[in-house]
C-alpha cells in the first residue's frame, strides 16, 4: 500500500524523457503486470499554463492509471501551482525528481544537483507535504561518490520530511548506464528506513528482478529503458516473481510496432509524432541481431509515412514468414 492506493504487483514504470507517455504507457498496459504507471518529467514551472488534452507530456487516456506524475523542482515557489495542476490532472501519486543527471537538468537546479543540497531538498519536501495528501514520493541515484553516511542522512531526511516511498537508481550520478548497478547499496538504504525501497536501475529480464531483490531486499522494481525495448517485461515480471495472475505475453514484434505508429497517431499532434517514434524505434530496435538497421531507417525519417514504409521493409526482410494486417487503419 502507498497511503490508500494499492500498488499490486509493487512494479513500476520509470519517468523516461520523450519515453514514458499515453502510447509507450497504453502498451504496457495492454500486456498487464505494471504496479504504477508515471509520466515524464514535468517542469513545475512551466506545468501550470499546460493544455492536459494537447501537451504531449500530459495526455493521456482514461485506462492510464494509477500514474505518477514527476515534478521537476528547483523553487519551493514552484510547488503550489504545480501540485494544483496534477492534483486537477488526476494524479494518483506525487514524484520528485531528485536523481536525474542530465546537464541540463543539473544546470537548472534541479535532478541530481539537488543532493547536493539537502537544505533546499527539505524545504522543498516540507512544502510538498504541507500542499497535498496524495502520497508523495521521491528518486534519486547514490549520489556523487560513494558515501553511506551521506546517502543515508540524505534519505533519513527525505523520510522524515514526509516523503512516502523511495526509488533509488543504483549508480553514481556521473556512471552511464552501462556500468554494473550497485544494488547492495539500496539493500544499505532500506535497512535503515522504514519507508517502502524501491530498485532501479538495469532490470531488463526476469533473471534481472530476482538478482536485484535479492541482493537488494527492496519492496518493489521499477524499470525504465527496458520498457521501451520489451512493453511485456513487467507481465513476465508479475507472472515469474510475483505469482500473479497476469496472460503470458503473446508478442508479435511487428504488430507491436504497428500498435505504437497508431497510438501516435492517435494521442499527438503530427508535429510531436515522428520524434517519439524515433525515441521508441532506438530500444524497440534492440529486440532484432540487425536491429541497428530498422534504428537508421527510421531515423533518417523525414516522416511518420516514411517512416512506416521503412519499417515494414524491415520487417519483410528479418521476420520469418509474411505479415498480413500491418496496414495503418489512420492516415500518418
Same mark, same amino acid.
Given at each position: 500500500m502507498l497511503g490508500d492506493l494499492e500498488i499490486d504487483p509493487p512494479l513500476f514504470l520509470?519517468?523516461?524523457a520523450g519515453l514514458t507517455h499515453s502510447a509507450?504507457?497504453?502498451?504496457?498496459?495492454?500486456?498487464?503486470g505494471v504496479g504504477l504507471l508515471a509520466t515524464e518529467m514535468l517542469s513545475a514551472r512551466r506545468l501550470p499554463s499546460e493544455n492536459e488534452k494537447v501537451s504531449p507530456f500530459l495526455i493521456r487516456s482514461f485506462e492510464e492509471q494509477p500514474i505518477a506524475y514527476q515534478l521537476f523542482v528547483t523553487e519551493c515557489k514552484q510547488l503550489a501551482p504545480a501540485i494544483d495542476a496534477v492534483q486537477r490532472f488526476g494524479a494518483d501519486v506525487i514524484d520528485l525528481n531528485l536523481g536525474c543527471p542530465a546537464p541540463n537538468v543539473r544546470q537548472a537546479g534541479g535532478g541530481?544537483?539537488?543532493?547536493?543540497? #539537502?537544505?533546499?531538498? !527539505?524545504?522543498? +519536501?516540507?512544502?510538498?507535504?504541507r500542499l497535498t495528501n496524495l502520497p508523495l514520493t521521491a528518486k534519486i541515484r547514490l549520489g556523487e561518490r560513494l558515501d553511506k553516511v551521506n546517502l543515508l542522512n540524505f534519505c533519513r531526511m527525505l523520510e522524515g520530511e514526509g516523503i512516502d516511498l523511495l526509488t533509488v537508481h543504483a549508480r553514481l550520478r556521473k556512471e552511464s548506464f552501462c556500468r554494473t548497478p550497485r544494488w547492495e547499496y539500496i539493500g544499505f538504504v532500506k535497512e535503515h528506513l522504514s519507508?517502502?525501497?524501491?530498485?532501479?536501475?538495469?532490470?531488463s529480464s526476469v533473471a534481472d528482478a530476482f538478482a536485484c531483490l535479492e541482493q537488494s531486499g527492496a519492496d518493489g522494481l521499477m524499470i525504465g529503458r527496458a520498457a521501451a525495448k520489451r512493453p511485456w517485461i513487467?507481465?513476465?515480471?508479475?507472472?515469474?516473481?510475483?505469482?500473479?495472475q497476469v496472460d503470458?505475453?503473446?508478442?508479435?514484434? #511487428?504488430?507491436?510496432? !504497428?500498435?505504437? +505508429?497508431?497510438?501516435?497517431?492517435?494521442?499527438?499532434?503530427?508535429?510531436?509524432?515522428l520524434g517519439r517514434l524515433k525515441e521508441f524505434t532506438s530500444y524497440f530496435?534492440?529486440?532484432?541481431?540487425?536491429?541497428?538497421?530498422l534504428w537508421a531507417t527510421v531515423q533518417s525519417s523525414k516522416s511518420m509515412d516514411e517512416a512506416w514504409e521503412g519499417a515494414l521493409r524491415f520487417f519483410e526482410k528479418n521476420e520469418y514468414g509474411k505479415f498480413g494486417g500491418l496496414e495503418l487503419e489512420q492516415k500518418t
Amino acid at each position: 500500500m502507498l497511503g490508500d492506493l494499492e500498488i499490486d504487483p509493487p512494479l513500476f514504470l520509470a519517468p523516461m524523457a520523450g519515453l514514458t507517455h499515453s502510447a509507450l504507457r497504453t502498451l504496457i498496459i495492454r500486456f498487464g503486470g505494471v504496479g504504477l504507471l508515471a509520466t515524464e518529467m514535468l517542469s513545475a514551472r512551466r506545468l501550470p499554463s499546460e493544455n492536459e488534452k494537447v501537451s504531449p507530456f500530459l495526455i493521456r487516456s482514461f485506462e492510464e492509471q494509477p500514474i505518477a506524475y514527476q515534478l521537476f523542482v528547483t523553487e519551493c515557489k514552484q510547488l503550489a501551482p504545480a501540485i494544483d495542476a496534477v492534483q486537477r490532472f488526476g494524479a494518483d501519486v506525487i514524484d520528485l525528481n531528485l536523481g536525474c543527471p542530465a546537464p541540463n537538468v543539473r544546470q537548472a537546479g534541479g535532478g541530481s544537483s539537488l543532493m547536493n543540497r #539537502p537544505d533546499k531538498v !527539505k524545504e522543498i +519536501v516540507a512544502a510538498a507535504r504541507r500542499l497535498t495528501n496524495l502520497p508523495l514520493t521521491a528518486k534519486i541515484r547514490l549520489g556523487e561518490r560513494l558515501d553511506k553516511v551521506n546517502l543515508l542522512n540524505f534519505c533519513r531526511m527525505l523520510e522524515g520530511e514526509g516523503i512516502d516511498l523511495l526509488t533509488v537508481h543504483a549508480r553514481l550520478r556521473k556512471e552511464s548506464f552501462c556500468r554494473t548497478p550497485r544494488w547492495e547499496y539500496i539493500g544499505f538504504v532500506k535497512e535503515h528506513l522504514s519507508i517502502p525501497v524501491v530498485a532501479n536501475g538495469s532490470i531488463s529480464s526476469v533473471a534481472d528482478a530476482f538478482a536485484c531483490l535479492e541482493q537488494s531486499g527492496a519492496d518493489g522494481l521499477m524499470i525504465g529503458r527496458a520498457a521501451a525495448k520489451r512493453p511485456w517485461i513487467f507481465a513476465e515480471i508479475a507472472r515469474a516473481v510475483y505469482a500473479c495472475q497476469v496472460d503470458e505475453p503473446e508478442v508479435i514484434l #511487428p504488430y507491436l510496432y !504497428k500498435d505504437m +505508429v497508431e497510438l501516435l497517431i492517435d494521442r499527438f499532434r503530427p508535429e510531436r509524432r515522428l520524434g517519439r517514434l524515433k525515441e521508441f524505434t532506438s530500444y524497440f530496435s534492440e529486440n532484432y541481431s540487425f536491429g541497428h538497421r530498422l534504428w537508421a531507417t527510421v531515423q533518417s525519417s523525414k516522416s511518420m509515412d516514411e517512416a512506416w514504409e521503412g519499417a515494414l521493409r524491415f520487417f519483410e526482410k528479418n521476420e520469418y514468414g509474411k505479415f498480413g494486417g500491418l496496414e495503418l487503419e489512420q492516415k500518418t
